[in-house]
Nanobody, 124 residues
Framework: VQLQASGGGLVQAGGSLRLSCVAS????????MGWFRQAPGKEREFVAA????????YYAESVKGRFTISRDNVKIVVYLQMNSLKPEDTAVYYC??????????????????WGQGTLVTVSS
């Protein structure tokens, strides 16, 4: 399984970015896909998650209403649309895949596969 994240960059506070995560090398229909982020000196934290089927999503409280996770089942890509960005959103963003069943997981150590990360910097 390979996950390739992209789309990071430098943006002013209040701006928007869209991250992409291309998945390959596996059968993803039963997986859950998540976005995490890690700021300098901080632990990796959950941002959002989505399944490849159905319409459910799950968000961290800190991004709810500003970020939207979505997917393209044909291209096998997961997106994270980030609006109203704040300086505290600055971090390396990672996409991850969870093979497990059940509800969404928010601990990084519960995810099985990881992309390489893409840096998002929000200036004030």
């Amino acid at each position: 399984v390979q996950l390739q994240a992209s789309g990071g960059g430098l943006v002013q506070a209040g701006g928007s970015l869209r991250l992409s995560c291309v998945a390959s090398g596996g059968t993803f229909s039963t997986y859950k896909m998540g976005w995490f982020r890690q700021a300098p000196g901080k632990e990796r934290e959950f941002v959002a998650a989505i399944r490849w089927t159905g319409s459910s999503t799950y968000y961290a409280e800190s991004v709810k209403g500003r970020f939207t996770i979505s997917r393209d089942n044909v291209k096998i890509v997961v997106y994270l649309q980030m609006n109203s960005l704040k300086p505290e959103d600055t971090a390396v963003y990672y996409c991850a895949a969870d093979r497990g069943s059940g509800w969404y997981r928010i601990r990084a150590d519960e995810y099985d596969y990881w992309g390489q990360g893409t840096l998002v910097t929000v200036s004030s």
